[in-house]
């Protein structure tokens, strides 16, 4: 089973990101809802993929998304941001993050940004063995 | 509170943001009322979201009003075990609105007008009286399949 590390420092996002990726990829998900506890949390259980939001309260995304990548280069970090913000995202794709999520997400583009960087989807249109369906 | 060319341009700007992202995060339609000026709210809700604007040229505040019927339906819609308990429902509920806000804030930057937004804070009451920084505000009612939403947005230019 494949394993996630949702940061958010809102509930609401936590639970709804943990209900899809638990129910749409059978993932296990452990939340941080703080840059420093993300970093923490990932040293400590070697998630197979991260989403981490941009804004946070306690704690930059950026800069925890900078940290996990100086601590593991092959990191799979989804960054999830509002529209707008396309200046951090560009910085972000740069640290070496793996995609990006706009908020309001539908669960579609969840499943499929995640699972893609899990390596259990595909783009749309195409199947696992590089077929268009 | 004079009613501005600029004002009424605001106005017309963070409505279309709120259908659209409500409308996208609910997965439905929304329909709006007509606007109305009005100095105090004093009708059926009893949940507020209250969320501050600031700018280089405007500032202000915008209330979200609805039943608590109508925020549990909302926060129930996206997480049940958050609308379970009161104090989660309210949780959430500041965290939709916080969306829809910052949606309509980046609305609004593409069309030239700067403004930031403070955290949303929820309150309750029964019944629930609401005085907007002895200004006038715009009111507007959306309604959706989850219950209708009164929008009163008390802005000025500074």
């Known amino acids: 089973m494949k394993k996630v590390l949702v940061v958010d ?18 993932c296990s998900v452990i939340e941080a809802c ?28 950026i800069e925890a998304a900078r940290a996990i990548l100086a601590y593991d280069r092959e990191a799979s970090i989804v960054m999830v ?13 740069r640290c070496g993050v793996k ?33 268009y369906r | 509170m004079e009613l501005t060319h600029i004002d009424a341009r605001f106005i017309t700007l963070f409505l279309e943001s709120y259908q659209e992202v409500f409308g996208r995060v609910f997965d439905c339609d929304v329909c709006r ?34 039943k608590e019927e109508t925020a549990r339906r909302m926060v129930g819609y996206l997480d049940p075990t958050m609308a379970a308990f009161r104090e989660s429902m309210f949780e959430g509920l500041g965290e939709v609105f ?12 593409k069309n030239k007008i700067d403004l930031s937004i403070t955290t949303p804070s929820v309150v309750a009451g029964n019944p629930l ?29 500074l």
């Open chain 1, 99 to 131: 995609d990006f999520i706009l908020k309001p997400f539908t669960r579609e583009r969840i499943r499929n940004a995640v699972g893609r960087v899990l390596g259990i989807g595909a783009p749309v249109g195409w199947t696992m063995a590089g077929e």
């Open chain 2, 129 to 157: 009286a609401l005085h907007l920084l002895n200004q006038s505000a715009y009111s507007v009612s959306m309604l959706s399949p989850l219950g209708e939403v009164g929008i009163d947005i008390a802005i000025k230019r």
């Open chain 1, 9 to 26: 420092d809102a509930r609401l996002m936590r639970n709804i990101l943990r209900r899809i990726l638990e129910e749409d990829l059978e």
């Open chain 2, 98 to 109: 916080n969306i829809v806000s910052g949606n309509a804030v980046q609305h609004l930057a």
């Open chain 2, 33 to 66: 009322g007509t606007v109305s000026v009005m100095s105090s709210q004093n009708g059926h809700s009893t949940v507020a979201v209250l969320t501050g604007v600031i700018g280089n040229c405007h500032t202000g505040m915008v209330v979200f009003r609805m």
């Open chain 1, 34 to 61: 703080g840059g420093e506890e993300a970093v923490e949390l990932f040293k400590r259980h070697s998630p197979d993929a991260v989403t981490m939001d941009v804004t946070m309260e306690n704690g930059n995304g």
């Open chain 1, 81 to 93: 941001t509002s529209t707008g913000q396309e200046r951090m995202v560009a910085e972000a794709v």
